[in-house]
């Protein structure tokens, strides 16, 4: 992967790629939240974590002692918890929603930066873990009552027929009324492509919003699974998918210099391709 991938910079994107500087951004700064343009849209990082956000470096299948001390990791892979808001064409966008309840922190934070969540026109699931759809319920109320939802058809499918997955299921049946199931390769709004990334579940997506990848759970602990990618965290349900779908992934953004932004990365990476 290393060779293959060629990565030749890896950084924080918010000076690289905005076009405007910071002071323009009208919202208020927060540390949880960065905000950058990429082309013609701006992007909102919605972290829930306020400060460092650490996975145990145990919850890493395959991941040898040596590299974790090689990276200085043992305490703790850095992570974070994260929702992204897309302004394009004057619609506002949401990937995912966060935990929810009272470690959620999205929804308010939406309305630190001037769109509150009554304001997003979609809502882009990558996933039906509770850490992605615990925010569309406050309680027994939708929280994005104008947002027409997305979801995989395959996702929904895997999580719909065990009765086991109340969330999951009380979610879903609450958001009917704007609930749109989709395959893969289908048109969706605003030129948004769902690409197939399956592994951590059996239908998690990941979405391509003109050079922004959303990769949803692609990695939980970017540190070590960029450039080990056979890594896997303790909660991919299907690891030899998984291990497919990041090597797939890594180098579909690779080769076409995409912007990686993962709900569990601790930074957003732009991935220049080699030319
Ligand atoms: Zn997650």
């Known amino acids: 992967m290393k060779n293959a991938l060629k990565i030749t910079a890896l950084a924080m ?9 910071a002071e323009e951004v009208s919202a208020p700064k927060m540390a949880s939240v960065t905000q950058f343009d990429l082309d013609q849209m701006n992007v909102s990082w919605i972290r829930e974590n306020d ?27 850095p992570s974070a918890m994260s929702a992204y808001l897309v302004r394009l064409n004057g619609k506002n966008i949401l990937f995912d929603t966060g935990n929810g309840g009272e470690r959620g922190k999205v929804a308010a934070r939406l309305d630190t930066l001037g769109v509150p969540p009554t304001a997003i026109d979609y809502l882009f699931i990558t996933h039906f873990h509770g850490d992605h759809i615990g925010g569309m319920l ?8 104008n947002a027409q939802v997305y979801v995989n058809q395959a996702e ?12 999951a299921i009380t979610t879903m049946q609450k958001y009917q009324s704007q609930l749109h199931l989709f395959s893969i390769g289908d048109a969706l709004p605003e030129g948004v492509q769902g690409i197939e990334a399956y592994g951590h579940t059996p239908g998690h997506t990941v979405y391509q919003c003109g050079k922004l990848l959303v990769v949803g759970d692609l990695m939980h602990g970017a540190a070590l699974q960029l450039f080990n990618p056979e890594i896997c965290a303790s909660f ?10 990041r090597k797939r992934i890594l180098k579909y953004a690779d080769d076409n210099g995409l912007v990686v932004a993962g709900m569990h990365m601790p930074m957003i ?3 220049p391709a080699e030319k």
């Open 13 to 21: 994107l918010l000076a690289s790629c905005s076009s405007k500087p």
């Open 51 to 77: 400060g460092a956000h650490l996975m145990p470096a145990r919850m890493f299948v395959g991941a040898d002692s040596a590299l974790i001390d090689s990276l200085g990791v043992a305490d703790g892979v």
């Open 138 to 145: 406050n309680g027994d109320n939708v929280v994005y009552p």
């Open 156 to 167: 929904y499918d895997a999580w719909m027929s065990d009765t086991a997955n109340v969330q």
């Open 236 to 245: 991919d349900a299907d690891k030899p998918k998984c291990i497919e779908s």
């Open 269 to 271: 990476i732009r991935m």
